[in-house]
């Protein structure tokens, strides 16, 4: 499994983190994520390569906003 962290922008609660959870869960190829709302910083697993903007929609779908990404990754 390859991982990759990224920061989204406006969560605040668990609400939050269950919201950005579940959009990017249904991406191919997502086999885990973790979300820290206090933070920002979300953390995603992957089997596959992943469309980085596909995760960006699926933040976005979820009502927030990608903040940033790693300088470098593997998805």
Do not use: K
């Not at 390859?2 to 920061?7: K, L, P, R």
């Not at 885990?32 to 596909?54: I, K, W, Y």
């Not at 979820?62 to 903040?67: D, L």
């Amino acid at each position: 499994m390859a991982e990759f962290e990224f920061w989204v922008n406006g969560m605040t609660c668990e609400h939050c983190e269950r919201a950005v959870t579940a959009e990017l869960s249904a991406l191919p190829g997502i086999i885990d994520v973790q979300v820290d709302a206090a933070s920002g910083r979300v953390n995603l697993g992957h089997e596959t390569p992943v469309d980085l903007n596909a995760v960006e929609s699926a933040v976005e779908d979820a009502g927030y906003t990608v903040r940033s990404w790693p300088t470098t990754t593997n998805a």
